[in-house]
């Protein structure tokens, strides 16, 4: 009783920790962004998305070097799923949320080329091996390094400054330690999070890809789940999508790149059911944006039903 009682603890103490690390990253990140003259639009696509993934890198980096495959890649599968069916279905229950065309031209189509290599790299050997994720890898090099070209071809336009979170710039040595704090943080919070995750599915019996699809994935999702919720509450309905959409994006290339290259990662307890239902959602999604001027409170409630009945399944196949 006591071990349990210990884990869970240091299970939730992880989640915690997660969660304040990705938002210490964020504000000393930003701050030394600012100082570096980058545009608060290139902040917002490139470092915030990462920030808030952060948690999902450190989980999965962790695990795999430990040798949890299905927890690496479940996560993030899961975290994709989570995001789209929960999160942008939540949101959109608060408050519409209209569609950017920005994310249209270039954002979703690169969410659904990377989930489609995603599942080629699953299909051919049941994980992604080192120069597969190199591969993935140098595509969120290019997909920052283009944000960060366009924005300053075309500048900060007026209409985007509507849709930014005022930020405050703070001393920068108290930015660097910010930054090194919530790595930290970040750091020790995965190793307590799998640590837990791990045990649960070892005494319960529940396979790590289930663990990691579910308890996992939601855990790691807490900043995507404050920002998007926040937003839509706000009714900054453009921070709600779009922290939603650069997260999935940067989940897919940066942490199925960077994993595998430190570790090729093995996945077998996931199936193409999970990998399906990440691009599907996905699909899903980019429909109702094609289609609609924005997303209603219809579609939100299609998503989380979607999403419900994803959990009630797999929660089935343990039972």
Same mark, same amino acid.
Request: net charge neutral; aromatic share 8%.
């Given at each position: ?14 989640? %915690? ?6 938002? =210490? $990253?964020?504000? /000393?990140? *930003?701050?030394?962004? #600012?100082?570096?003259? &980058? ?125 930014? %979170? ?6 920068? =040595? $108290?930015?660097? /330690?910010? *930054?090194?704090?919530? #790595?930290?943080?970040? &750091? ?132």
């Amino acid at each position: 009783m006591v071990v349990w009682l210990t884990n869970i603890l240091l299970g939730i103490l992880g989640g %915690v920790m997660l969660y304040y690390g990705a938002e =210490f $990253l964020v504000k /000393g990140g *930003v701050s030394i962004a #600012l100082k570096f003259k &980058v545009s608060p639009l290139v902040i917002g696509l490139t470092l915030v998305a990462f920030a808030t993934s952060a948690p999902e890198l450190a989980v999965s980096i962790d695990a795999s070097l430990k040798g949890h495959g299905d927890v690496a890649m479940g996560n993030v599968v899961g975290s994709n799923i989570c995001n789209i069916a929960l999160i942008l279905g939540l949101s959109a229950l608060i408050a519409p949320l209209p569609i950017n065309k920005k994310l249209l031209k270039l954002d979703m189509p690169l969410m659904m080329a990377a989930s489609l290599l995603l599942l080629l790299f699953f299909w051919l050997n049941n994980g992604v091996n080192r120069w597969q994720g190199a591969l993935l890898f140098a595509g969120v090099v290019s997909y920052t390094v283009w944000s960060i070209y366009s924005s300053r071809q075309e500048g900060v336009s007026e209409d985007d400054g509507g849709d930014e %979170v005022e930020i405050k710039e703070v001393n920068t =040595f $108290l930015s660097i /330690g910010l *930054v090194i704090a919530g #790595l930290l943080t970040l &750091v020790f919070g995965a190793k307590f999070f799998v640590g837990c995750a791990a045990f649960i599915a070892t005494k319960l019996g529940v396979p790590e890809a289930i663990i990691a699809l579910t308890v996992v994935a939601f855990g790691t999702s807490l900043p995507e789940l404050a920002t998007s919720v926040v937003a839509a509450l706000k009714h900054e309905q453009d921070i709600a999508i779009g922290n939603v959409v650069g997260s999935n994006i940067f989940n897919i290339l940066c942490i199925m790149g960077i994993a595998p290259m430190i570790k090729p990662v093995a996945a077998q307890g996931i199936t193409f059911l999970d990998m399906g239902l990440m691009i599907g959602i996905a699909a899903l999604l980019w429909i109702m944006m094609i289609f609609g001027k924005k997303i209603n409170r219809a579609e939100g409630a299609l998503l989380l039903v979607i999403n419900f009945l994803y959990v009630g399944f797999l929660v089935y196949k343990v039972l």
